[in-house]
């Protein structure tokens, strides 16, 4: 029997599919279309135990499922960006067309609307750099502090 942990995997996808048996087919499909390991299992005529064993020991099994996993990502992602193109459109005629609320949403969306005065930080890098040793300070203050306070730095014994 050969160690399938050290067999290298297949190259290409033909060489995958005619690798793989009607039911790992079956299995992968199922999979790819959101069917639970028992379920792709059921329809593929064999055991879940079966599903698992091949997801974690062959190659070609294994190399099928990620290529179908990929190109389902790829064309999820594709939709999406295409999606936010047309958003962004609508958002624009509404916002064309004096739809208030969309004009305030997406003035807050992008910060416009911040509250007055709002921290944003010193443009003096001389002050920036003692806040940050201040910040330091105190949180070196805490931790020994900390450690001042636990069981073993007042003499309570663990028991």
Do not use: Y
């Amino acid at each position: 029997m050969k160690d399938h942990h050290t067999m290298p995997q297949k190259a290409t996808s033909e060489e995958d599919r005619d690798c793989l048996s009607r039911k790992q087919r079956v299995a992968i499909e199922r999979l790819l279309l959101g069917d639970t390991v028992t379920d792709a299992a059921k329809s593929a005529g064999v055991s879940r135990e079966t599903v698992h064993r091949w997801r974690r020991e062959s190659w070609d099994f294994q190399a099928a499922l990620n290529r179908g996993q990929r190109e389902f990502q790829q064309a999820t992602e594709s939709q999406l960006r295409a999606a936010c193109k047309r958003a962004a459109e609508n958002i624009v005629a509404s916002v064309d067309a004096g739809d208030v609320r969309t004009s305030l949403v997406l003035l807050k969306s992008v910060g416009a609307l911040a509250k007055a005065g709002a921290a944003i930080g010193s443009e003096d890098s001389q002050v920036l750099r003692e806040l940050a040793q201040i910040k330091e300070g105190e949180e070196n203050a805490d931790r020994l502090f900390r450690g001042l306070r636990s069981p073993v730095a007042i003499g309570l014994k663990s028991k």
